[in-house]
Structure formats: structure tokens, C-alpha cells
């Protein structure tokens, strides 16, 4: 090391810049070592230990990345093979539990469509090339590069490799990092953030005695699923809070609505105000809580006109607004086709205003926790940055594009014509497992290590009130030579640039190890020696956040939301709807997601176009019939599935399918309806208008069988499921 | 063997564990699974793909019905949707029915007396059994099994379930099936085993809640509960007795009828060791 290392740029490097009492105590960590003390060699971390015996399973604690809500997990390892993952119960976020594309995270490290070697471009394909000429290849090409034309897009990324990538941006002087994800809260956060003064309140849907979700698939594709559903197990328990669902196609969460409602598609706000107008006018609520302006936009929404605007009965919205104004706490949720508008900031405020005027803010609405580790929290991606991005490269700004953990060529809709501008950006490097629709574009593939074989830091975006930071470890040894960890390669990139600040740290095991104890004033780890903090760490795969309690400053302002609009060409509302299990289509690459039913139409290895038997009458159309669904931007041919759950002005096609590349399951199977979508955004956020995309539909003439678990929708009467009414089970269990 | 001789051993088998039952027994595993808390995300049936070791058949072998998921969660629409009445109402205005079904462990199992070869038998510990290297696959179990809850392998899934090096998330702690044997679920009799195995070195009785099946541990919502029926202590057998519903039995005679619990197909007297509990919807909303 040459130099004097400065000890605020030692911790900003670190990620603790903004926790100003940090302790520098990392110096006497050895370096690059198994977990012995006093053996220095340079050998593989995971080194089984004198008490792993043969056929005996050890459990290791990590955090689970196959979403980005940051769930505690345990990997069973035995004989060095990771078999199995559950919930770490002592996390806030997963408290032990886990979801189904939690389960599948072996199979993505297992996979036999693992990208194991680095390549390069080599005119039309992709050769195979050593790391040694990846190396060289890209410090000249990062060298010779303006820093400002350098971008990073990335999924949701939080903790230290969020860190790296930002110190990454500074010590080149420039660039942009881009942050998006399809399923995401950002015009929620928007809102938060304007009206309440903090972008993320904590929503305890355990608190409410009846929540009232507009389109949100809370337990399902959500940004905190295992989350969500514990919160709503708790609902359940004890005094058996309500849910009330009103949306356009029944979600997985909707079909454990006590009362599911069809809603037009795109209307929860004109809803949310014609609620807000019921109670007003009885004198339920304090008009005072909001501003002149918007009650005197609520007082437009009568009644009658949200009826006529959402085509949700005038009875059917009195009704709600009656158990609204009977079941306090409330919760009111947007969802994805809530926020997914062109004037989806005004409608989500329009909910939020509801749960103002409900009181809800402070009792099931609370202010999240803040910490010092700003560095750290997750930077929560969007659609909107994927429209600024692809922005961008139309007007030629990059010469260097990082892609990591997400894939923008399948998730962008070809209006952004992304695909045609990426192929004009000189320099595009993919940091993949896979090799997807955006890795088949890049000029350099940087093959990465398995979840399950890297280290890392996560940072729950949603959890419990006391903050964690989850630590990711190795659950077993690489099992391609050649891949590398996210966090050593963007390590290496910065050791170049900054010998004096990088240098120090040989890997990121060493990087993650040091920043762990700096934080530890932070973590407060009663640990006092280095190496105890380090292993306390990672035997809990997580350390506490000291944090402090956040609050609310409580501001509203009027809110546009459109009256009924029609479209005599393309009638119909596409709602393209991601969904637990292949979720973004992230997960379509994972047979037992592939093979695992969809909660609601039951359909496996498959896509296909939900739409409600009258429309479907009307259309002449047969459950099985293949159908073309067009929009002005494109045309997809898939299979009709009559479901009743939907509203008859929607067509629902789920998000997943359609990958042209991505391995042997995924690849040239189904459709993906993100592909036809209009190239709109909601105009506050600049995020894409997901569900504002009108579409036609016709017949192929063709008909197909869908393939789904089941036979019956029906029990025929066997009485397999009962029911019970809420009133008999508070007599017979009521708490 | 006289005919009295078999009546009185008879009806000695049909007494259920808590009236003494027909031998002595150890445990008695069971579940109680709340509807009423179940999502239908389908957590609980990946689980047991990675537990179990379940061969992913494909689309086309789904189709033809031969999926292997030991654990499936069913979907019902409510009586009134069915799409060929004609007095359907628009919507499912209830939302949907979730129903997660795995073997139900029949005490009096239909399945078992009809296997030719002893295949499938009944555990002490009242777990229905399958013995893979027994199995000729002749098939009448799953013909018989009122749930259709037993699974055959049409094909060597090794071939192509698990490709390289897929296959190193086997399960080592049992076993991968081949063509021509019946499977099913066994409440995770690998990890019962272990934990009986552990107790018995460590001298004392299995604890409630120090194991659980693959599906009641992912569980998002804890909807499943699995636990020995005959420890009055556990979990599962307290919503057992806090719903009145008893093993042995093919009708519950419950002092307080609007209790919630009940067991699929009891009238058929098979005895089954997994209690549902029904689902709640409040009508007054």
C-alpha cells in the first residue's frame, strides 16, 4: 500500500462514510483466510470443518437474492453440497419462512444452463475468452472511456455491492446508475415521500382490522412477499381482520379476498376518491385532515360518478365505504395496475389521501426506521430509469454498459426499441449466471458466481421495526472455475483505479469482512474482537441496524385522476400481471417454477390470456381458442382462458414467459406481453404506464387444451374446502 | 382364524389411537392445516419438490396427468360459479378456494389392502408407507386412493429431470424412483427418522416443533401445522382437541357443531391423520 490511507475515504469505501462514530478496527482482520484463526493461505472459504461429518447436514445462515426483499434464509449443507434452503427464523423479513422461488434458489445455482466462462464478441457470436484478456480488455476500454458515458444497470441492489457500484461511479468521475425492476413500489414511494415525508412507511397489514387492497398483490408478486404474508397471517389470527380486493384480474392475494371486486382497469383512483367522497359526505371522516383543494376535488367525486368511471356499483362502493368507515384501522393499498398509469402518482395519492382521511397514517401506516447507513439501503428500482435508460442510448450518451441482475431486452417493450439503440453502445458487459436475452446482446460476459456461492450484504427494503443488514455467504464451493463474485469483479475494476483506497482489500470476502467491524458501532455487536464480530455475522446472516425512529409529515395536495375513457379500436385494457413464481420471468429458467401452477388459473409451462366469459361471448371466443391480442405497438398470439375472475373491459396475459433465450426451460416458450405495451409513463414519475396499454383481440381460428393441475374448478359439492362465516369463527375461536 | 376371531380384531383396528387402538403406539403423526390462512402460493409444494426429490415431468407429461407433485394446492371457484349453471353469478365474489392436498396418512387406508405384493403398509407410527423396491406398479393403490394422491413412475425421470449437475440437489436421505414404482407423500418420513434417530441417542422422546415437514417449515403464513397426534402437548394435536376432532372415527361427534375442523372424506371411514380447518370468509362485508 503506498500512502497514507485516509480514514474517511477508508470508510466511505467501506459504506459507512455517513455513520460518523464508525470504528476503524478492521486492520488486524487477516486477510484472505479460512475461518482458523492464524492460518493465512490462500484457499477456498468454505473448508469443511473438523465437525462436518459424512452424512450429516450442517445448516449455514444467508440471505435469499431470488427477489430483492432480503429474506434470512438457511442452506443445509452436506458433504459440501448445498441441498436445501429455508427461512433463518430469527430474520425480521422471512421470520422462517420461505416462498417457492426462495425454494427454487438451488436450482438456479444447479442449473445446467449456467454461463461457466467468460466471452468476448467476436463479430456476430460470443467466443469464449480467458479472464486474463477479460481483465485487460476492459481496464483499457474503462481507461480510454469518458467516465460520463459509462452507465451501470442493475435490479434492485442494496448493501455493499450497492456500495461498490456507487464508489465504482465516483472513482471514475462520472456515469450513471440505473436501477430497475418490473414488479416495484415507485410511484408508492413517490408518494410516500410527498405526502408523508418518508418514501418507506412501514404498512402493517397485521394492525388493520380490514385492509382494502386496490390491485395489490401484496403475497404474491410483491417487493416483500414472505413478508406481506406473515403480516396477513396475523391479520387472520386473533380477531380476524378483512380483506377486501378490487382490482382487474383476481391476483393470487385476491383469491383470499374475503370480498373480491372487478374493477375497470386503471380507475382506483376515481375509487379511491368516490370512498373518500361517501365518508365525507356522512360525516364519517374529518374533512380537515386534507387540503381545500382536495376536498373540493373529493366533493366532484360523488358516489354515482366513481360508479360510473370504475363500473363498480354505486351500492358496492357505499357498502365498502361502510366497513371503512366501522373497521378502523384500516389499510388502503396501490397496486401495480394502480400505479401503473399515466396518472398513476395521482391515483396512488388518491389512495394514500384515503388512508389520511381514515386515520390510518401513524396506526397502520408507520414511519419507517431510519439508520446512518444510508450507503447501504437498498436502491429500489423501477420501470422509469429502464425508459431513462433506454432514453439515453437512443441519444448515443454511453460508450460502457454494465448489466447486472436484470435483463431490460425482455422486459422492455419493443416501442423503447432498446434492443436496435444497445446494439450502437461500443462496449456492453452482462454480469450474468445466464445467458438471457440482454447477456446474447453484450460484447463481454462476465460469468458470475451462484447466490449460493458469493458474498454479499442485502438490505430489506420491507421488514420488521428493528433494521437488518442480511450477510450472504458462500453455502458451498464454486462449481465453475471460472465464474467470479459480483463483489471481487467490481472490486478488481476499482483496485485499479484506486490502488491507495482498494488495494488493501486482496477480495471481497477481505472488503465485506472490514466493513463489518467499521460498522460496528453501528451493528452495535457486542462482539470485541474483529474476527467475533466477523463470525457472529455470519452465524446469524444478518447484523442489527441501531436505528432511530422515523416521522411523518403529513401534506396533501389535489389529485387529477381521469373520468372513463374509451377506445372504440382497441378496446380492451392489458393488464400484463407478474405473479409469485417466474415472477418478472426472472424465474422462467427454473423447472420446478415452471412446473409449479399459477395460485389462480392453475396453468403450467405455458402463457395465455385471461378474459371473462361475457367479453369472450361477445368475441365469439372458446376457452382454449388461440387469440392475437394487439396494441398499437406489436401483437402476441397466446391461448384464451375464460376466468371469471376478471372485469370484462380487461384481458390479463401473466408476465414470465416468452424468452427467446435464457436456457433450455425457458427458451421459445409462450409469450411476453411486456413486448407489445405502449411506450407511456405515468407523467410525475416518468415510470412506464404498465396497465395503460388498450389492445384488441381476434381469433386465430386455432384451438388448443391448456395444460393445468386439476380437472374441476368445482368440488362438485364433495365439501373438500368449507367455509365457515368470520361471525361463527369469533364465537368458536374468537380471541 | 374364526369369524368371531376376526370380527373382535376387526373392530379393535378401527378403535383409534385414543381409545387404545389395535398396538401400542409410539407416535401418531398428523397435520392440521388452517384454509382460512392458506394463500395457495404454492410455497409449501416447491418445498417438497426440493425436499423429496419429485421429478419435473414436463408440459406434455403433464398434460397427461402425470405430474409427480406429491403435494398439490388445489383451486376451487365457490359452488355458484360453476360456468355451466346457469344462474352463475359474474364474479367470484368470495375469491378463490385453496386447498393444499398431500397423502392424507389414512389410519384405515384404502390404498393399502389392495396392493398385491405388501408394497404399501401401515407404519407404527401410523404414516402410510411405500416400499419402492417392493412395488411391482400394478397401479390398484393409486386406483383406489379416494385423493388421488399416489403417483406413479411412467418413465426413468433420472434420465431427464436432473441434467448435470442438477442432480447434486438430490436429497441424499432417500431415495430417487425409478420406472414402474408408485410414490407419494410420507410426511417427510426422512427428517421423522432422523429426528427419532437423534432423540433415541440423546435418551428422550421427540419435542414437538424440534422437526416438521418440508411443506409446514416454507409455509409462508404457518397454515400447516404437522405434529405427533398422540403428544398431548403438541401443537397438532391441541388444534386436534381444540377442534373436537378426533382419529378412529368416521362421523366427530363434536359437543360444539360449529367448530371448524373436519377431515376430507372421513365418511368413507379411512381415517385420515390430516385435519383442515375450514376457511373463514366474512359475509358481512
Known amino acids: 500500500m503506498s500512502g497514507k490511507l485516509n480514514r474517511r475515504e477508508f470508510l466511505k469505501a467501506l459504506g459507512v462514510g455517513g455513520a460518523a462514530s464508525a470504528t476503524l478496527a478492521g486492520c488486524d482482520l487477516p486477510s484472505t483466510v479460512t475461518l482458523e484463526e492464524g492460518k493465512e493461505v490462500v484457499e477456498s472459504y468454505f473448508m469443511p470443518e473438523e465437525y462436518v461429518i459424512p452424512g450429516v447436514g450442517v445448516w449455514y445462515a444467508s440471505t435469499c437474492t431470488q427477489c430483492s426483499s432480503g429474506c434470512g434464509i438457511h442452506g443445509r449443507v452436506r458433504e459440501g453440497r448445498v441441498l436445501k434452503l429455508e427461512g433463518n427464523p430469527d430474520s425480521p423479513v422471512s421470520g422462517g419462512r420461505i416462498c417457492q422461488m426462495g425454494q427454487a434458489g438451488v436450482q438456479a445455482h444447479y442449473s445446467p444452463d449456467r454461463v461457466t466462462a467468460p466471452a468476448l464478441r467476436d463479430g456476430a457470436t460470443l467466443t469464449a475468452a480467458t479472464w486474463d484478456k477479460i481483465d485487460a480488455t476492459l481496464a483499457d476500454k474503462l481507461a480510454a472511456t469518458d467516465p460520463a458515458r459509462i452507465a451501470w444497470v442493475t435490479g434492485t441492489v442494496s448493501g455493499h455491492q450497492r456500495v461498490l457500484i456507487e464508489n465504482f461511479l465516483q472513482a471514475h468521475g462520472g456515469g450513471q446508475h440505473f436501477v430497475h425492476e418490473v414488479v416495484n413500489d415507485s410511484v408508492w414511494a413517490a408518494v410516500c415521500n410527498d405526502m408523508l415525508g418518508d418514501a418507506a412507511p412501514r404498512l402493517r397489514i397485521d394492525k388493520a382490522d380490514v385492509v382494502l387492497s386496490l390491485g395489490a398483490d401484496f403475497m404474491g408478486a410483491s417487493t416483500a412477499p414472505v413478508f406481506n404474508a406473515r403480516q396477513y397471517a396475523d391479520l387472520r389470527r386473533g380477531k380476524r381482520g378483512a380483506l377486501i380486493q378490487v382490482e382487474g384480474k383476481m391476483s393470487m392475494t385476491g383469491g383470499s379476498a374475503d370480498l373480491w371486486v372487478p374493477i375497470r382497469p386503471g380507475t382506483e383512483g376515481a375509487l379511491a376518491l368516490g370512498l373518500a367522497n361517501y365518508l365525507l359526505r356522512k360525516g364519517d371522516v374529518d374533512g380537515a385532515l386534507v387540503s381545500a383543494e382536495l376536498r373540493k376535488r373529493i366533493d366532484e367525486f360523488t358516489v354515482e360518478r366513481a360508479a360510473e368511471i370504475t363500473g363498480v356499483s354505486g351500492d358496492r362502493i357505499q357498502r365498502i365505504g361502510k366497513v371503512l368507515r366501522d373497521r378502523r384501522p384500516s389499510l388502503v393499498l396501490a397496486g401495480a395496475s394502480v400505479q401503473g398509469q399515466e396518472h398513476g402518482y395521482q391515483a396512488t395519492a388518491a389512495v394514500m389521501a384515503l388512508n389520511i382521511l381514515l386515520g390510518n397514517v401513524g396506526k397502520t401506516i408507520e414511519p419507517g426506521a431510519t439508520t446512518s447507513l444510508h450507503e447501504l439501503q437498498a436502491k429500489a428500482g423501477g420501470t422509469g430509469d429502464l425508459a431513462r435508460f433506454a432514453d439515453a442510448v437512443k441519444n448515443k450518451k454511453f460508450d460502457v454498459v454494465f448489466f447486472y441482475g436484470t435483463n431490460p431486452l425482455f422486459t422492455a417493450p419493443q416501442a423503447l426499441a432498446l434492443k436496435e439503440s444497445l446494439a450502437q453502445v461500443p462496449l456492453k458487459v452482462a454480469l450474468t449466471m445466464f445467458q438471457d436475452e440482454t447477456t446474447e446482446a453484450a460484447d463481454m460476459v462476465l460469468p458470475l458466481l451462484s447466490p449460493l456461492e458469493d458474498w454479499g450484504t442485502h438490505m430489506a427494503q420491507h421488514g420488521g421495526e428493528q433494521p437488518v443488514l442480511g450477510v450472504q455467504q458462500p453455502l458451498m464451493e464454486k462449481l465453475y472455475a471460472d465464474t467470479r463474485g459480483f463483489g471481487d469483479i467490481v472490486l478488481n475494476l476499482l483496485r485499479r483505479k484506486k490502488p491507495d483506497v482498494y488495494g488493501k482489500f486482496p477480495d471481497y470476502y477481505a472488503y465485506l469482512s472490514n466493513a463489518l467491524v467499521a460498522m460496528k458501532d453501528v451493528t452495535g455487536s457486542a462482539q470485541t474482537t474483529p474476527k467475533a464480530i466477523w463470525e457472529e455475522a455470519l452465524q446469524n446472516g444478518q447484523v442489527k441496524i441501531k436505528a432511530g425512529a422515523g416521522k411523518f409529515v403529513v401534506k396533501t395536495f389535489d389529485v387529477q385522476v381521469p373520468g372513463r375513457k374509451t377506445d372504440g379500436d382497441f378496446p380492451l385494457t392489458l393488464m400484463p400481471t407478474a405473479r409469485m413464481g417466474l415472477f418478472d420471468g426472472r424465474h422462467a429458467n427454473l423447472p420446478w417454477l415452471q412446473e409449479s401452477p399459477d395460485q389462480i388459473a392453475k396453468v403450467v409451462w405455458d402463457s395465455w390470456a385471461e378474459i371473462h366469459p361475457t367479453t369472450a361471448a361477445k368475441y365469439g371466443i372458446k376457452h382454449g381458442d388461440v387469440v392475437r391480442i394487439e396494441s398499437s405497438n406489436g401483437a402476441i398470439v397466446t391461448t384464451a382462458y375464460l376466468l371469471r375472475g376478471m372485469h370484462p373491459d380487461a384481458i390479463a396475459v401473466p408476465l414470465g414467459q416468452g424468452h427467446t433465450g435464457y436456457g433450455r426451460y425457458a427458451a421459445n416458450r409462450g409469450v411476453n406481453p411486456l413486448q407489445i405495451l405502449d411506450p407511456r409513463a405515468d407523467g410525475k414519475t416518468g415510470e412506464l404506464a404498465m396497465f395503460a396499454t388498450q389492445v384488441k383481440i381476434s381469433k386465430t381460428g386455432e384451438n388448443h387444451s391448456i395444460v393445468r393441475l386439476g380437472g374441476s374448478d368445482v368440488q362438485m359439492g364433495r365439501g373438500f374446502v368449507r367455509t365457515v362465516s368470520a361471525e361463527t369463527l369469533r364465537r368458536t375461536e374468537g380471541a | ?285
Open chain 2, 1 to 285: 382364524m374364526s369369524l368371531q376371531n376376526i370380527l373382535e380384531n376387526w373392530s379393535k383396528y378401527r378403535r383409534g389411537a385414543e381409545e387404545g387402538g389395535h398396538h401400542k403406539y409410539e407416535h401418531r403423526w398428523g397435520m392440521a392445516i388452517n384454509l382460512d390462512l392458506c394463500i395457495g402460493c404454492n410455497a409449501c409444494s416447491t418445498a417438497c419438490y426440493a425436499e423429496n426429490n419429485l421429478a419435473v415431468v414436463g408440459k406434455e407429461r403433464f398434460a397427461k396427468g402425470q405430474a409427480m407433485h406429491w403435494l398439490r394446492v388445489e383451486r376451487y371457484w365457490d359452488e355458484s360459479i360453476n360456468t355451466t349453471s346457469s344462474v352463475a353469478p359474474e364474479y367470484p365474489e368470495e375469491g378463490a378456494s385453496f386447498l393444499p392436498m398431500m397423502c392424507q396418512q389414512c389410519n384405515s387406508a384404502t390404498c393399502e389392502p389392495v396392493c398385491p405384493v405388501a408394497a404399501t403398509y401401515h407404519t407404527p407410527d401410523g404414516l402410510n408407507a411405500q416400499v419402492y423396491n417392493r412395488c411391482i406398479g400394478s397401479r390398484y393403490c393409486s386406483n383406489n386412493c379416494p385423493f388421488r394422491n399416489r403417483y406413479f413412475n411412467f418413465y426413468s425421470y433420472y434420465e431427464s429431470a436432473w441434467p448435470e449437475p442438477m442432480n447434486q440437489q438430490l436429497n441424499p436421505d432417500l431415495s430417487v424412483r425409478d420406472k414402474g414404482v408408485m410414490e407419494k407423500c410420507t410426511f417427510c418420513v426422512q427428517r421423522i427418522r432422523a429426528a427419532k434417530d437423534k432423540a433415541k441417542m440423546e435418551d428422550r422422546k421427540v419435542q414437538d416443533g424440534e422437526f416438521t415437514t418440508a411443506c409446514a417449515q416454507a409455509c409462508p403464513t404457518s397454515a400447516i401445522v404437522f405434529g405427533d397426534r398422540l403428544d398431548p402437548e403438541s401443537k397438532v394435536a391441541k388444534l386436534w382437541a381444540q377442534q373436537e376432532v378426533k382419529l378412529g372415527v368416521y362421523k366427530q361427534h363434536k359437543q360444539n357443531p360449529e367448530k371448524r375442523g373436519y377431515r376430507i372424506f372421513e365418511e368413507l371411514n379411512i381415517d385420515p391423520s390430516v385435519m383442515y380447518m375450514e376457511r373463514v370468509r366474512d359475509s358481512s362485508i
